[in-house]
């Protein structure tokens, strides 16, 4: 794995840890609809983009990346959902299978740049997260 796939999935890792303290930190006032928003959000674009990455970087391990991927992104989606309910922690998940599926494929067709604007989304979605818990 080249160094800067390694950077990029580790600021993935930070970012999303990052979101989740702070969400922990308000977890009572965040409401039905905005925690399906988090755990959606969170499992879906996680699981695009860490697929497209390792579908990137690893085109001939296809399988193992899409269960690898799906598997991440069911986790990052449930543990986001269980912030507020058990029902939004099956939508997170739910949300992170259709993600982990998805991720992979794209990942077969990406280049660079597209690696740089999945990292531009994941820093912009969970930092609208942060953003809109406060409001």
């Known amino acids: 794995m080249s160094i800067l796939i390694g950077l990029i999935l580790l600021s993935y890792l930070v970012v999303g840890t990052a979101s989740y303290w702070y969400l922990y930190k308000i977890r009572l006032l965040i409401g039905y609809h905005f925690g399906m928003n988090i755990a959606m959000t969170s499992g879906m674009v996680m699981g695009i983009t860490i697929g497209t990455v390792l579908g990137?970087?690893?085109p001939a391990s296809y399988t193992l990346i899409t269960i690898l991927t799906t598997l991440i992104a069911m986790i990052i989606g449930a543990i986001f959902g269980a912030?507020?309910?058990y029902q939004i922690l099956l939508t997170g998940a739910?949300?992170?299978i259709m993600g982990?599926?998805?991720g992979p494929m794209?990942?077969?067709?990406?280049d660079l740049p597209l690696?740089?604007?999945c990292t531009f989304?994941?820093?912009i979605s969970f930092?609208?997260?942060c953003f809109s818990a406060r409001a």
């Not at 794209?106 to 990406?110: K, L, R």
């Open 56 to 58: 990137y970087e690893f």
């Open 83 to 85: 912030l507020v309910d």
């Open 94 to 96: 739910t949300s992170g």
């Open 100 to 102: 982990g599926i998805m």
């Open 106 to 110: 794209i990942g077969m067709a990406a």
């Open 115 to 117: 690696i740089v604007f």
């Open 121 to 123: 989304l994941v820093f």
């Open 127 to 129: 930092g609208l997260l």
